[in-house]
């Protein structure tokens, strides 16, 4: 069947650069440029930029003037409060997953001192976010935007682009260079080439209009672009979609980078503390002792209960973001009825895979096989002998992680996932990976969309769990803001299956609120299951 093109009509004027990318020949659409990627048409305050100075990988997403004034009032409100108190204050937060790092992290930036509480070492965790595959954009798998989606991938967009700068410029300056060489290190970002093929006559009718209502994210393909896209990719697809400034982030690269970003944000007052002796924090903030709570400062420890925490006086506010430790952790659990889903990924070398692909397999190609995806290559080093640089979606996902060792994540591999288990009453939630049972459940799936993997072993599998609150009219969204009886006490809980989406905005949301106490800011979709909860709060805490 030939190839269809899903017609783009009615282009937003907002989006200033989209027929103009729309126009670009699909080698520049691929091609991925670092530091370019996130160069917006609008600046984060929304201010436009010149037509001339999009560049070919430019993010077309604009935030709305009035949305970035009411941020910049919010910003202002924040830091006045704090400044107005005799001294910084302290925000004890529970949890280092995507949510509690974006919490601290924006804990830091209005001005508070940050302990953050998790059993595992500093930027690592181990939840959920420490097996994502890191994708991030704003739509659902029907094409319709996800709730809140455009001010949650702005959010997440820009505190990425800053965790990864940072990256990169750490790893320049610990490799003696003053400014990161072009093919250096890459940060935490892996690939900003989305792709989902379409399968189905209802798949095609769904993304025909979303690109006609969402031309700012979805880029229609016909079904031999999205092969030339994807080399590896099925040719049984109909036609494809781009999703535009869609991008992944090797997870716990950005993790490591979130909490490395939060403490230089302290660093200043650090710099003060420590000239007048106090040292307890150690090189990554670490500390064993729950009682330094000044600058930045990791505790590995698990916390029991929330509300002994808040109640006892020594943080102005906790935060807590446990995801699926919810269930174990008095004051937060039972707030609300969320489901808990296990997701299992499989993981396979991507340069193996080339191999491994090339007609007579991965003996043949070590012989001078050569690469099946030479041809694909748009990501400089260690990016010609990889079968896959582009994350494709189609239900389940194939996503390239990070490639350099300096990432210090799952370096170089294919994440194939995820499946989707309900969670039996009892189950542990670190039970460990059933690799058999991953297999078995992804691979006939992947095999219809991405059969290049088809035959391969992977060399190792992840499991994790989604917690997510029961699906309401505006589709299964998180739940932030006070706990029930509690005056002190926050909760961000039920990212579900797009952590990313979210984690940013309501990050910072909860983060302003924890220090303005007032929830006044923060959605009232999200705070309603607690508010809920709490009418006869007594507010002794
Ligand atoms: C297989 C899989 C793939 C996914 N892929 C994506 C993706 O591509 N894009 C996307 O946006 N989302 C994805 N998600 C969803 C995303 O991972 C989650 O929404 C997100 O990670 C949730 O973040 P969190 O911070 O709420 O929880 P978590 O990441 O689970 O973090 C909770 C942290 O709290 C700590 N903790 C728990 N209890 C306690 C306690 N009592 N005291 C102290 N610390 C405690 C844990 O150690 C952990 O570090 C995926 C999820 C899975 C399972």
Known sequence: MKGRRVPIRGIVPLVLCASAAARMPLAGKMAFANQAMFSSCCSRKGRATSRASCSSSSVLYCSSSSAAAADENLDAAVKAAVGALPSRPRVAVVGGGFAGLAAAYHLAAFGSDVTVFDPHEAGTGSG????AAGLLHPLTPRGKLIWK????????????????????????????????????????????????PLMDEKQVDLFTKAAEDLPQWVESLTREEIMEAVPGSTPECLGGVRIRGALAVDAPTYLKGLWSA???????????????????GGDNGASSSPSRKEGATWVRQSVEDVHALAASGEFNAVVACVGAGVR??????????????????????NVGAARAAEPGGEGAAEKGGGSSSSSSSSSGSGGSDRLLQSAVLCGQYVVPTTVDETGGGNGGKILLGS??????????????PDMAK????????????FPALEGVTPIGCTAGVRVMQERSSYGRIP????????????????????????????????????????????????????????KDATGDL
């Open 438 to 449: 991953a297999l078995r459940q992804l691979r006939p799936k992947v095999a219809r969309f």
């Open 262 to 280: 939060c403490r230089a944000l302290v660093n200043a007052a650090d710099v003060d503390r420590n000239a007048n002796g106090d040292t307890s």
């Open 328 to 349: 174990a952790l008095a004051g937060v659990k039972d707030i609300v009825s969320l489901r808990l889903v296990r997701g299992q990924t499989l993981l396979y070398d």
């Open 419 to 432: 499946t989707q288990e309900p969670f039996m009453p009892g189950q542990k939630v670190d039970r460990p």
């Open 128 to 131: 959920a976010s420490t097996v």
């Open 479 to 534: 739940v932030a803001g006070r706990l029930p009886f509690s005056k002190r006490g926050w909760v961000i809980a039920a990212l579900g299956a797009r952590g990313l989406i979210h984690h940013a905005y309501l990050g910072k949301l909860v983060a302003a609120c924890a220090l303005l106490d007032s929830d006044d800011h923060l959605p009232p979709q999200v705070v309603a299951p607690l508010e809920d909860l709490g």
């Open 149 to 196: 989606g455009e001010e949650g991938f702005e959010a997440a967009k820009h505190l990425i682009q800053t965790v990864n700068d940072k990256l990169v410029h750490d790893a320049a300056v610990a490799a003696g260079d003053d400014a990161a060489p072009a093919n250096g290190p890459r940060g935490c970002l892996t690939t900003d080439s989305v792709y989902r």
